[in-house]
């Protein structure tokens, strides 16, 4: 505890809480900017992890594959290949409920019919897009965070810079006035 204690004190020394003199007005109003700006972006973190939070919820929303929402069935592909490039084919397929469904789905034009071919039907057995992976909702989530808290971060860093330079300008001239006070009050009459 004690080590804890002298750390702290040597950090309020370096940030101008010490009574020195030759401290300014503009270094103290300083060191509450950088506090000002630490504590802001301290509390900045919090809605960064909700918006996290709600992210990953939709993330994971968009990874559901259980009956009601989206499962994988095998296809029949019907019509015959042909032609070059991708291009809608139809299928067939048997719903968990039993019904017979067909749709056009893109596909290879290498694939014969008669073959078989996996597709993702939703709760109505309609074909839908397939889940989400699970990678792809951490990335995501990750990334908004990330960026969110970049981007206060970059915002309260040119705040910060910003408010230095004024400060600088400041302080430069309090320090010129200082030294101009003192060489009136030092200078000696000259001798002749």
């Known amino acids: 505890m004690r080590s804890l204690t002298r750390w702290a004190m040597r950090c309020l020394h370096l940030h101008r809480f010490d009574g020195n ?5 503009s270094d103290r109003i300083d060191t509450v ?15 960064a992890a909700a918006f996290g939070r709600q992210v990953y919820a939709g993330g994971l929303r968009a990874e559901l594959t259980s009956p009601g929402h989206r499962q994988p069935v095998l296809a029949e592909v ?18 968990p409920q039993g019904g017979a469904r067909t749709a056009q789905i893109v596909l290879s034009p290498s694939t014969p019919a ?16 397939p889940p989400q992976s699970h990678i792809k909702t951490v990335t995501d989530t990750t990334v ?23 400060l600088n300008r400041r302080r430069d001239a309090e320090w010129e006035r200082a030294w101009t006070l003192a060489d009136q009050r030092w200078r000696r009459p000259r001798q002749t």
């Open 33 to 47: 900017i950088v506090l000002a700006i630490l504590v802001i972006f301290i509390a900045f973190l919090w809605p």
């Open 21 to 25: 003199p030759l401290r300014r007005r």
């Open 114 to 129: 008669g073959s078989h071919t996996q597709i993702w039907i939703d709760g109505t057995g309609k074909p839908t897009a």
């Open 144 to 166: 908004a965070v990330v960026t969110i808290v970049s981007g206060a971060g970059a915002v309260l860093l040119l705040c910060l810079a910003g408010a230095r330079g004024l």
């Open 78 to 95: 019907v019509d015959p290949a042909g032609g070059t490039g991708w291009r809608p084919r139809t299928v067939r397929w048997t719903t």
